[in-house]
């Protein structure tokens, strides 16, 4: 059974950095592909940053790129999300997700709880 459990969210000042970890179990994820979503208040959940677990190939939303890098250590199971340069813009609540890399469909299957991030202005 796969879990996925984040962590590192929290308040930050604008400005400020925070790390979001993923620790991911219950299977080998070497054929998936991990993603970080947010959603705020009354707004569609977006899809920030994902990462190729086999060959660490990325991708970023445009509203991220040079600020988040997103990245995991097989060694720890973990997928992470490095933010920097917080605004209060980037305040939601930030989940893990996992899909397998060539799925039927590109739907992620697996999900963590989420943890909140808070950027105060």
């Known amino acids: 059974q796969v879990q996925l459990v984040e962590s590192g969210g929290g308040l930050v000042q604008t400005g400020g950095s925070l790390r979001l970890s993923c620790a991911a179990s219950?299977?080998?994820?070497?054929?998936?592909?991990m993603g970080w979503f947010r959603q705020a208040p009354g707004k569609e959940r977006e899809l920030v940053a994902a990462i190729v677990w086999s060959d660490t190939s990325t991708t970023y939303a445009d509203s991220v790129k040079g600020r988040f890098t997103i990245s995991r250590d097989s060694a720890k199971n973990t997928v992470y999300l490095q933010m920097n340069s917080l605004k209060p813009e980037d305040t939601a609540v930030y989940s893990c997700?996992?899909?397998?890399?060539?799925?039927?469909?590109?739907?992620?299957?697996?999900w963590g709880q989420g943890t909140q991030v808070t950027v105060s202005s």
């Open positions: 997700a996992a899909r397998l890399r060539y799925g039927r469909n590109n739907a992620y299957n697996y």
């Open positions: 219950g299977r080998t994820f070497s054929s998936y592909v």
